[in-house]
């Protein structure tokens, strides 16, 4: 699902127009994004967490000649589901094996 099908299915569950919705999705996809920028997390329950996390400077390997070089230090986002979100994509796999 892209983002034009995604503001297609808000529609179709609410009462909002296709630009509505849109608008909608951008303000939220947003404020989430400003925040983790700033260093504060946000917290949807039953659907997870968004927060900034500290990731250490390492040692990598160019793959095209196999020299070594330094990666730096970085913050970068971290989404974490929550146990709803994952039991209902639990469930909704199993559904669909065969057994």
């Given at each position: 699902m892209n983002?034009?099908?995604?503001?297609?299915?808000?529609?179709?569950?609410?009462?909002?127009?296709?630009?509505?919705?849109?608008?909608?999705?951008?303000?939220?996809?947003?404020?989430?994004?400003d925040?983790v920028?700033?260093?504060?997390?946000?917290?949807l329950?039953?659907?997870?967490?968004?927060?900034?996390a500290?990731?250490?400077?390492?040692?990598?390997?160019?793959?095209?000649?196999?020299e070594?070089?330094?990666i730096?230090?970085?913050?970068?986002?971290?989404?974490?589901?929550?146990?709803?979100f994952?039991?209902t994509?639990?469930?909704?796999?199993?559904?669909?094996?065969k057994?």
């Amino acid at each position: 699902m892209n983002k034009s099908e995604l503001i297609d299915a808000i529609a179709a569950r609410t009462e909002l127009s296709k630009v509505a919705s849109g608008k909608a999705l951008d303000a939220v996809i947003e404020t989430i994004v400003d925040a983790v920028a700033k260093g504060d997390g946000v917290s949807l329950v039953g659907f997870g967490s968004f927060k900034a996390a500290a990731r250490a400077a390492r040692e990598g390997k160019n793959p095209k000649t196999g020299e070594k070089i330094k990666i730096a230090a970085t913050t970068v986002p971290k989404f974490s589901a929550g146990a709803t979100f994952k039991a209902t994509v639990a469930t909704a796999k199993n559904k669909g094996k065969k057994k």
